[in-house]
Structures are given as structure tokens and as C-alpha cells.
């Protein structure tokens, strides 16, 4: 392999380190026998895309799609440099470019409208962004959103920047590529892929893992619709062994003094001679009633996968038995971690790569979207109290993390252990230098009372007792207080 290696990396237009894989990328796309790729070179298309759209504008898949969607499109975002990385002027000058480039992606979108119809498309099976250069320095990066479902893919793409590896389709395109296509280039489009595998050169969106789910609760909620707007009878009286006199008979008299009446039938019919089981009336059943006649447990259960598909809570999707306040945020938390965040995440990672990083060249530079790591409040304020006790910040350290401007004061820089030592220390002093407290303009401390001085005037100081003494001084640090 060494050998083979070496010529590897010495073919025209590879650059001399780096390596040729020897494993075929997407095997299954390989016929059976001939070892041929089914589509070397011709671009292979979405299936299902007019479905999928069409699933997409359904009500339950609408709403699990905006329960994405939207919070991330809400989320303030900004462009810093990598971890690590000391931001320069020079570093301050690329970042303004690119906050100018993504508030101002083309004529018609801003950078909300922007992410909201990529997403959507993400979510369908596939999202992409055309990205162009142009020559205004201040705002050199165009963006523009494009139907991720028409576009096409040359699963033999070698990697070399001047070759096609995507194609649009217009009209969404057939499977033998008799429509018309526009070749991309890599550094042309963005084409994000949710849930990527090594089968296919595409992503599997949450709409296309619950199609047939989606298709079920369309079907049942037609046939529902269709019985509640029609309604029909669910059950057939059997009269047992009569003639047909008998039944018209009957059927006059149900008609004329029963439906409609409020009356409850009364009626007797002879059975067949000696045969007990033959006499009255029989009820055939011919579909359920109520709740179990449309089907309101089986919509349920579909719902839910539905909701399992998006990585979603039901509750989400308006299912919301046995929900209650612990389960509600519980959820509401899951559906932020399992859902919002990663597709966050996907967005930022491509923006950065493909459109910063590739075709700006800013490499120190990184999209990320701010207030993605939500705090639990209670949660955090146990976690800095139990650094305040063991000592390992201060509370002008914290108030630090958290954005405040330190305390006023010589209390914000202490660790836990010394406000004990200094509580202990004015405890036994009991002694309290306050000049707010000082009656009759005198400065100065008071002492404390002894124990078996006179209760009346202390002498020297014409005052009452505990004047100039703040009530429970005995419990406050030797200090001068802040009002």
C-alpha cells in the first residue's frame, strides 16, 4: 500500500499531502454483480418532494414544524472569533463585514426570513443557501435561500473545487434527469443534510422519517371527517324469521311513531314454534359509536409518533393528557436540548464553514447564536452557593459571570470564610462604629454595656442607655455600615 500510496498523492490536480480514500463513498448506489455506480456522473434527485410539500402545509406537521423552527429563528445571534483566539483590529474589521453580510443577505430577506425558510426546508429533507462573492468590500457575501428539495447531488464528486457536485433542478426533475438543471459548484451552495448517513448523499428530514404517519392521520381524519358530516346509521335491527309483510309493517311503524316521537318501541313478535332463542328483536352492530367511531385513541397514538419523529415533546402537538405543571417544563426543557438546540448548532457549523470560513477566508472568525444554553435560575443560584460556602468565588466573582457591576464595599471580595471570621470577630467586640447612629452630633464608638452597670444614665455620657447603639449591635461586625 505504501507504493500505491505514493502515485495516490502524486496525481494531476491532488495536492501532494493529501491522501486518495481507497473505500467507495454511498456503496449502495453500486449495481449488484457489475461493480458500476449507478449514476457516475448524473445528479441524483429527492423523491417524494411534492408529498413531503404537501405534508409540510398539514396542520400537526405545520405545527411540529414551527415549534422548531420559530424558536430558533427568534434567537439573537452575532460573529466572534474562535475559542482562543485575542480579537484584533484586524479581527473586529472581518467580524463588522460579516454581521453586515448576514443582517443584509440579498434585496428581499433579512437574516430571520433567511433561517426560517432554510430550516423549513431542513425539516422537509434538506436545506440550501447560494452564496456568491461580490465586490463591495463592506458587504461582499450575498446570500440567497433556495428549495433544498430540488436540488440534486453528483454522488461522484472527486473534490475537485472547479467540478459540479450539485445540481437544481427546475420542477423538481425526474430520476433520468430530462429536466433542466443548473450545475453548482462545493463553494457555490450550502446544502445542509439532517441526520447524514454513509447510505445516501442526502439527509433524512423529521417529515420524511413520519411520512407514512403523516399519510395515516390524513387517511383516518378524511374517514372521520366523512362520518361526522354523513351520518348514517351503526346498527341493523334483524326481526328474525318474518315475512316481508311484517317488516314493511315494521318499518311503518318505527318511521311514523318512533323516530322523531321520543318514545320508547314496544313491540312483540312470536317466535318459531318451541324455539325460545327465536323471539325479539336482534341488534347487529355495524361500526363503533362515539369516540371509538372516529377513532380518537388511534389519531392519538399517530400524533405521538409524529411527535417522536421531530424530536418533540406531544404536548407540543396538543396531546396533552396527564401534563401538569413538572411534566409540562420537564418537556418544554427536552424539546429545547433535543430539538432547538442541535438545529441551532447545524446551522452555525455550516455558516461558519462554508460561508465564513470557505468563501470569506475569515478563519479565526465563528457564527454562534446567543441564549442557546438556557438557566435553570434556581438551579444556578444553588450551584454559586455552594462555590460561595467552599470558598471558591466571591461575590463580586459571581456577579462577574453574571453580567452585574460589583458590590459596594469591602463584602463583595470576601470569600465565605472570611465574612465568618469577620461576624465572629464583631460578635466578640461588640462594638459598632456608626456615625448615622451618634445622637447629638457626638463621633466616635459607643461601647457596649457591662454587665452590673447602672441601667440609668451612663456616666460621662448624659445619654439614655443604648443611645448611639444600634439595636442587636452585639450581632454586627466591627465595621462603619453602609446606609
Known amino acids: 500500500m505504501a507504493l500505491t500510496d505514493f502515485f495516490k498523492r502524486r496525481r494531476a490536480g491532488r495536492p501532494p499531502q493529501e491522501p486518495q480514500r481507497d473505500t467507495k463513498p454511498y456503496p449502495q448506489l453500486y449495481q449488484l454483480g457489475t461493480g458500476v455506480r449507478v449514476s457516475d456522473r448524473r445528479s441524483l434527485p429527492k423523491l417524494t418532494p411534492r408529498n413531503l410539500r404537501y405534508f409540510a402545509k398539514t396542520p400537526i406537521a ?54 426560517e425558510q432554510v430550516i423549513e426546508d431542513i425539516l422537509c429533507g434538506g436545506g440550501a443557501i447560494e452564496q456568491q462573492v461580490g465586490g463591495d468590500p463592506i458587504r461582499p457575501l450575498w446570500l440567497w435561500p433556495v428549495d433544498g428539495l430540488t436540488i440534486q447531488v453528483y454522488p461522484g464528486w472527486t473534490g475537485a473545487p472547479n467540478e459540479a ?28 443534510r439532517p441526520n447524514p448517513t454513509t447510505a445516501s448523499p442526502f439527509g433524512v428530514g423529521p417529515l420524511e422519517i413520519a411520512f407514512d404517519w403523516v399519510s395515516r392521520f390524513l387517511s383516518v381524519g378524511e374517514y372521520t371527517g366523512n362520518l361526522a358530516s354523513n351520518q348514517r346509521p351503526s346498527i341493523v335491527i334483524d326481526l328474525g324469521d318474518v315475512t316481508e309483510e311484517e317488516v314493511q309493517t315494521f318499518r311503518g311503524y318505527w318511521q311514523n311513531e318512533v323516530e322523531g316521537q321520543g318514545r320508547v318501541p314496544i313491540v312483540g313478535f312470536p317466535g318459531a314454534p318451541g324455539d325460545k332463542a327465536s323471539r325479539g328483536i336482534g341488534i347487529n352492530r355495524l361500526y363503533p359509536e ?31 393528557a396527564d401534563v401538569n405543571r413538572n411534566t409540562a417544563e420537564v418537556s418544554e426543557d427536552r424539546d429545547w436540548d433535543a430539538a432547538i438546540k442541535p438545529m441551532a448548532h ?10 465564513i470560513h470557505g468563501l470569506l477566508g475569515f ?23 455552594t462555590y460561595f460556602r467552599s470558598n471558591l468565588l466571591t461575590p463580586n466573582e459571581q456577579r462577574e459571570r453574571l453580567g452585574l457591576p460589583p458590590m459596594e464595599g469591602q463584602w463583595g471580595d470576601m470569600t465565605y470564610a472570611d465574612v465568618q471570621v469577620a461576624i465572629a470577630a464583631a460578635r466578640g467586640a461588640k462594638v459598632v462604629e456608626d456615625a448615622a447612629l451618634e445622637k447629638d452630633g457626638d463621633d466616635g464608638a459607643t461601647p457596649a454595656q457591662e454587665p452590673g452597670d447602672d441601667p440609668g444614665n451612663q456616666p460621662g455620657t448624659g445619654r439614655k442607655p443604648g443611645a448611639g447603639r444600634r439595636k442587636g449591635a452585639g450581632n454586627a461586625p466591627q465595621q462603619r455600615a453602609r446606609r
Open 363 to 385: 478563519s479565526q472568525l465563528r457564527f454562534r447564536f446567543v441564549g442557546l444554553d438556557r438557566e435553570d435560575e434556581q438551579a444556578t443560584a444553588k450551584v454559586y452557593e
Open 165 to 192: 457536485r450539485y445540481a437544481q433542478s427546475i420542477g423538481f426533475g425526474t430520476y433520468s434527469g430530462s429536466n433542466q438543471t443548473i450545475d453548482l459548484r462545493n463553494d457555490e451552495i450550502i446544502y445542509i
Open 62 to 115: 405545520r405545527r411540529a414544524i414551527n415549534s422548531i423552527k420559530n424558536p430558533v429563528a427568534m434567537l439573537d445571534w452575532e460573529v466572534v472569533p474562535l475559542k482562543g483566539v485575542t480579537e484584533t483590529p484586524e479581527l473586529a474589521r472581518q467580524i463588522e463585514v460579516v454581521t453586515n453580510c448576514l443582517a443584509h443577505p440579498n434585496h428581499d430577506d433579512s437574516f430571520r426570513s433567511l433561517v
Open 346 to 355: 447545524l446551522l452555525a457549523e455550516h455558516l461558519t464553514r462554508e460561508a
Open 290 to 320: 362515539g369516540d371509538d367511531g372516529m377513532y380518537l385513541k388511534y389519531q392519538e397514538f399517530l400524533i405521538r409518533v409524529i411527535a417522536t419523529a421531530f424530536d418533540i415533546s406531544p404536548q407540543n402537538l396538543s396531546v396533552e
